[in-house]
């Protein structure tokens, strides 16, 4: 497609529950990110995907939050056992292999509230 | 410890008038630097970057931005704005030398644009 899609735009899912996140890249984009962003504040890493390397998952909060992608594909965000303190927006972004030539494109990202 | 700060977090200006954006970094080497805007239910979108070179760089929309060293700053300007300007806005910085180039945002500041 012409831009990075996520889905669903918008989650409400109970305490305790498990929800998945979804990002389509730009087709042909190597490297894939996903944000956090939080009410009020700048966006937080949170896992890098390059290619068929293993992923940079340095950001990751904890350990029910975790992320798959298929080559350079779809990538999903996963995070189990959600808590209050996960609503948030989850933005993804993609770029071809060194963003800094090429930019980053970010999606529209997902707002996940946990109530 | 290393971050980017944006000080002001609300900016209200009048439709025309000129405006100035801060942000602040701390980091052992002079990292490169971006601003992004989000603008409500959009993602995230590139205005300008800075990796070297001539410290004043313009942007799209008619923004510029100036890297100052001595100040560890590279703060956003416009010279006249319009009230689709009213929007959150981000700097943001990737080190030089990492492979992974994830950025890390300020916490933003929300531009308020009055008639």
């Known amino acids: 497609g012409a831009g990075v899609s996520q889905s669903p735009s918008n989650k409400v899912t109970e305490k305790g529950k498990d929800v998945e996140l979804r990002c389509d890249p730009i087709?042909?984009?190597?490297?894939l990110y996903w944000y956090r962003q939080r009410l009020g504040q700048g966006l937080e890493f949170l896992i890098y995907?390059?290619?068929?390397?293993?992923?940079?998952k340095s950001g990751l909060p904890s350990d029910r939050f975790s992320a798959e992608r298929t080559g350079e594909s779809v990538s999903t965000l996963t995070i189990q056992r959600t808590q209050q303190e996960d609503s948030a927006v989850y933005l993804c972004?993609?770029?071809?292999?060194?963003?800094?030539?090429?930019?980053?494109?970010f999606g529209s990202g997902t707002r996940l509230t946990v109530v | 410890a290393q971050s980017v700060t944006q000080p002001d977090i609300h900016i209200t200006v009048s439709e025309g008038a000129s405006l100035e954006l801060r942000c602040n970094y701390s980091?052992?080497?002079?990292?490169?630097l971006f601003w992004y805007v989000q603008s409500p239910g959009q993602g995230l979108q590139l205005l300008l970057k800075?990796?070297?070179?001539?410290?004043l760089v313009q942007g799209i929309k008619g923004f510029e931005a100036e890297f100052k060293r001595s100040q560890s700053s590279f703060n956003l300007r416009k010279p006249s704005v319009h009230w689709s300007d009213a929007a959150e806005y981000f700097c943001?910085?990737?080190?030089?030398?990492?492979?992974?180039?994830?950025?890390?945002f300020g916490s933003g500041t929300r531009l308020q644009v009055q008639p």
């Open positions: 972004a993609s770029s071809p292999r060194d963003p800094l030539l090429h930019g980053y494109t």
């Open positions: 087709s042909g984009h190597t490297a």
């Open positions: 995907f390059q290619g068929n390397s293993a992923p940079d």
């Open positions: 980091y052992g080497a002079t990292p490169y």
């Open positions: 800075y990796f070297s070179g001539d410290t």
């Open positions: 943001a910085v990737t080190l030089r030398g990492t492979g992974r180039r994830a950025l890390t």
